[in-house]
C-alpha cells in the first residue's frame, strides 16, 4: 500500500524584480534559507492574487503579477500532505515597504532600503533583500527554489516567457 496523506495544498510563490533586475527574497520561517514570499491559497483566490496578496503580507511590498514562470509539486518533509506550488514572474510596483507595515530599513549606508525586516502578517520577523544574479549564486545558505541559483536567470535572458515548466520536488 502507498503511503496516506492529510491533504492537497495550493501554494503561490512570485518572483519579484526591480528595475535595477534584482531579484526580492525573505528569509524561510526557519531563518535557515532564501525564499521568494509565497504561502498556501486562500478560500476564493486565484494563483496569481494570492501571489500578489504573500508579496504584501511577507515581504510588504507591491507587485504587479506576470507570467507563470514555474510549477512544481511534491511531498512537504516531516508532514503528510501533497504540495502543488506554482511560481510567477512580477515586477515590483514599489522597490522598499509600506512604511505603515513598521519595516526597519537593513541595507547599507548608500542603500538602506536594499534590505529590510518586517513583521510577517501571520508568521515571524523576517529578514528581506533584493539581490543580484551573482549575490544569490554566492549564498552560503540554501536557496529555494534551488533554480534560483542559476536556470531561473538563463530562462529571464531568452525573449518571451521566462517559464521553466515543472521543475523537480523540493
Not at 123 to 146: C, D, H, I, K, N
Not at 148 to 170: C, E, M, T
Request: negative net charge.
Amino acid at each position: 500500500m502507498g503511503e496516506s496523506f492529510q491533504g492537497l495544498r495550493a501554494v503561490a510563490r512570485v518572483l519579484i524584480m526591480n528595475s535595477a533586475g534584482e531579484l526580492l527574497l525573505c528569509r524561510s520561517r526557519g531563518g535557515n534559507a532564501w525564499v521568494p514570499p509565497g504561502g498556501t491559497l486562500e478560500a476564493g483566490e486565484t494563483l496569481a492574487v494570492a501571489a500578489a496578496r504573500e508579496a504584501v503580507e511577507e515581504a510588504g511590498v507591491a507587485a504587479a503579477v506576470g507570467p507563470l514562470v514555474y510549477l512544481q509539486e511534491f511531498r512537504a518533509a516531516g508532514k503528510s500532505e501533497h504540495v502543488i506550488e506554482a511560481g510567477f514572474l512580477a515586477d515590483a510596483e514599489q522597490e522598499q515597504p509600506d512604511p505603515a507595515r513598521g519595516a526597519v530599513p537593513a541595507g547599507p549606508a548608500g542603500r538602506p532600503w536594499s534590505a529590510w525586516f518586517i513583521q510577517d502578517v501571520d508568521g515571524p520577523r523576517r529578514e528581506v533583500r533584493w539581490f543580484t544574479r551573482e549575490q544569490v549564486a554566492a549564498l552560503s545558505e540554501p536557496v529555494y527554489p534551488a533554480f534560483l541559483r542559476d536556470g531561473f536567470w538563463d530562462a529571464l535572458s531568452r525573449p518571451g516567457n521566462p517559464y521553466l515548466g515543472l521543475v523537480q520536488g523540493k
